[in-house]
Structure formats: C-alpha cells, structure tokens
C-alpha cells in the first residue's frame, strides 16, 4: 500500500520559512499546518503552559478582525481551525474546502502573523484553563501521569504538563503568552504543511506571496536536545490518597529521543512487551493471568530530547506491590531474554499493517509530514517506514530490549491509600513518602 503515497515536495520561501506539501486528490479538501519548532519545553520557570495557552490565544482575534468575525468567516467555509502547543512544537493548523484554498491560506498567515491579544479576552481564557486543570484534580489517571512527570524531570523541560497547572495558572499572563510567540514565532524555526487537492505550484505561489515577506519575532530558544543533567533517583515513591480504594501506578525511567536509530526496533518491543493491547506481555500477565487490572500500557515518549518511558496501570490498592514486582519481572524478562519469533512477526505484522490506515486522509497524511519536519526524519521516510519494520530481527530486537529497557532503574511512583499499599511496598524496598503539592 505505501507504493501508492503521493510524493513529497519541499522549498524553502524568501524568509528561510519551510514548505513542505503533498498532493492529495482522493478528497476535495486541504490541511494547511503552520509549524513553530519551539514549544511548552521553552516555558519559563513557574510559568507552565505558556506555549499552550499562547497557541489558543492566536485563535482569538487578529489585528483586522476580533474572535466573532474570524470565526464566523471560518465556520462559513465549512473550515475548522485548531492551535495546541506541546514538548517540542506549537501548532496552529486550518482545513476546509481545496476550492476554498486561496483564502484559508490568507486567513492562516493573518492568525500567524498578526494576532491580537485582546486584553479583554485573557481573563476568559485564563478561567476557562483554571475549570479544566481543577476538573483534572478528580481523575487520578491524570493526576498520577502529571505526578509522574514533575517527580520524574523536576524543574527539567519535560518535567511540567503542556497544559499548566493549577500554580502556573495562577501565575501566568498576558505577557507571558506574547512574549513565547515574539520569542518562538520566527520564520527560520517555522514550516508550512499542506496536504490537499491543490496543486504543488498553487501552494507554493500563495504560500509565497502570504508568508514570503514574514519577518517574525526571535531569536528563537535553542533546540532542546539533551537529557538533563539530574532526574530522579531510583526507587519508590508513594503519594497517599487515602480516600482513593485502587492505586495509579506509574514505572519508568529516561528513554532516548525520536533520532535514535534504535526507534523501529523499540517501535517492536514496545508494542511486544506492553503497547500491543490483549497481545503484549504486561497485559497477559497481570490482566489474563492474575486479574489484577482491567488494562496496562508501556510507552517510549518519542521526542526531540529524550523522552520518558513509562508503564501505566491501576489496582485496588491491596493488590499494589504485587503488581509493581510483577511489571518489573515482566520488563526484565524481555530485557534478558529478548522476544519470540512468534511475538517479532505479530508485532510486524501490525505496524505494517496499521501504518497505511494513517495515510488515508489529508490529515492523517499531514501530521506524518509534520513529523518529518520536526524531526528531521528524511523525504523518504512514508515510503520506507515499513521496510524498515520488516528488516527488525529477533537479535535485533533483543540488542534494542537489553540496552533500552532498564527495570534496575525503576522511578515508581504509587499514587494510593498508604494505609493499605505501604507495608507490601516496603517489602520491595525503601519508600519515600512524597507531598501533595
């Protein structure tokens, strides 16, 4: 299947801005995606959330025409506009009718090039963020995750959600979110995606004459690239919940950025060991063997610096150590002993088979290219991706599970009732109780 993606063009425009296209004609609809290769990595101490906020902000209102107008402009065209800021990029992207073309490009250049920052719409956004981070307060999921991260980085870059939290909230303002757009927002740090029924030399002329004379903000931060130089001590870490009856449990340790050359071969043995749903390791063990959960997942946070790796589960509370040494059993099983054949070919078998069913649409299409640009992957990634699953051996494989997965280095953070997890964690080893703040 992938013999048939379209090809890929690529130029750069007048200001050293990035355009990177694709012709789609199966659909008469476009994704335009403006790209900033900075994100909520670059947010300043305390101040959590700046490049998330900042991206919603944009969508707001722009110096010719206030939220109402673009909006209304917008939803006439049958158009859906989206802005979100995450680990190592902002976004803002804007799809609609190919006919419609010309002026969804025009309309995406006014968003990024003159916003507004309409004082009055701040303190809306800053209580609508605060509603949605205290609604996190009652999912333990989230706030275990969330938990996970700060214990894990610390003040790193990785170390806060995208999205802030409720102290950041508190702090942030509106020269906060101009001053990561001024900073971040510049024309050599920025790409323009476009995937969609219009033609390689219409979207390079208007992609021209709407952003070619840009001069944007900067300089921008520099590419965070380097795992930190401290994180978090190994060991266990138990946050008590006593009015919670399960435990959120999260494993991990520092995992390796999206340029390794080990990514296809951890791709594999993640999916083998926990990311493969009822077919991966940690789920038939402690699901079909023990019942001790309803689901499990393993993850590798592929970004530009290194990135967590990261087992998340849930239990009642009594059963927690259990299922802390049964992961840790499972992860140094596959570490020591590598995977079977038959596990190999299965997991193969999916990503190459699932890897199609992402480039069927414009938008599918246009977030594998954004990929591509943010992380440098090569023109010929699409067409190679499942070659290079195919080419995985079970050696491999097993090189790629023996390096990379580190379970004597195991950052456990039990978020439970300590009344009831504690004791059998102890049995395990020390246990720093941490604060709930």
């Keep these: ?23 789609y004609d199966r659909v008469p609809w476009v994704s335009l995606t403006f790209l900033a290769r900075r994100g909520a990595e670059t947010d300043p101490p305390g101040k959590a959330g700046a490049a998330d906020w900042a991206a919603e902000f944009l969508t707001l209102g722009t110096a010719r025409r206030n939220q109402l107008e673009l909006a209304t402009d917008i939803e ?98 509106l020269n906060d979110l101009q001053e990561f757009y001024r900073r971040e927002f510049a024309p050599q740090t920025a790409s323009l995606v ?43 870490y138990l946050w008590d919940r006593p009015e919670l009856t399960q435990s959120e449990i999260r494993l991990g340790h520092l995992g390796v950025p999206r340029s390794h050359p080990d990514f296809f071969a951890l791709k594999l043995v993640n999916y083998i060991l926990g990311g493969g749903g009822f077919s991966s390791r940690l789920m038939t063990r402690i699901r079909s063997d023990l019942g001790l959960t309803y689901g499990i997942r393993s993850q590798f946070h592929f970004r530009r610096a290194p990135g967590p790796f990261v087992v998340s589960t849930f239990t009642p509370a009594a059963h927690t150590a259990q299922v802390v040494k049964e992961i840790t059993e499972v992860m140094t099983e596959v570490s020591r002993a590598g995977v079977a054949p038959q596990e190999l070919a299965e997991a193969q078998s999916y990503h190459v088979g699932h890897f ?30 499942c070659d290079e699953i195919r080419t995985i051996t079970q050696e491999t494989a097993a090189r790629a599970a023996q390096v990379h997965l580190r379970p004597q280095s195991l950052v456990i953070l039990v978020m439970g009732p300590a009344s009831q997890c504690a004791a059998g964690l102890r049995e395990l080893g020390p246990v720093t109780v941490i604060e709930e703040s």
């Design 194 to 236: 476009v995937v969609g029924m219009v033609e390689a030399a219409q979207v390079e002329d208007e992609a021209a004459r709407n952003f070619g004379a840009w001069a944007g903000g900067g300089p921008p931060s520099l590419p965070y690239v380097s795992a930190p130089d401290k994180l978090c001590t190994p060991g266990i």
């Design 76 to 173: 006439s065209r049958g158009a859906a506009l989206k802005a979100r800021g995450g680990f190592d990029a902002v976004m803002v992207s804007l799809e609609g009718l190919a006919e419609d073309f010309p002026q969804l490009m025009a309309t995406l250049a006014e968003i990024v090039q003159t916003p507004a920052f309409p004082e009055d719409e701040f303190p809306l956004l800053k209580e609508r963020r605060r509603a949605d981070l205290v609604h996190l307060l009652d999912e333990p999921r989230e706030m275990a995750n969330i938990r996970f991260l700060k214990l894990f980085f610390g003040d790193s870059p990785y170390g806060h959600p995208a999205q802030g939290d409720l102290q950041s909230a508190a702090a942030l303002e």
């Design 1 to 23: 299947m992938t013999n048939y993606i379209p090809d890929i063009y690529q130029s750069s425009l007048p200001n050293a801005m990035t355009l990177v296209g694709m012709e």
């Design 356 to 385: 199609p069913l992402g480039l069927e649409t414009p938008q599918g299409l246009a977030r594998q290219l954004l990929a591509m640009d943010l992380y440098e992957l090569g023109r010929g990634y699409l067409k190679k991706y």
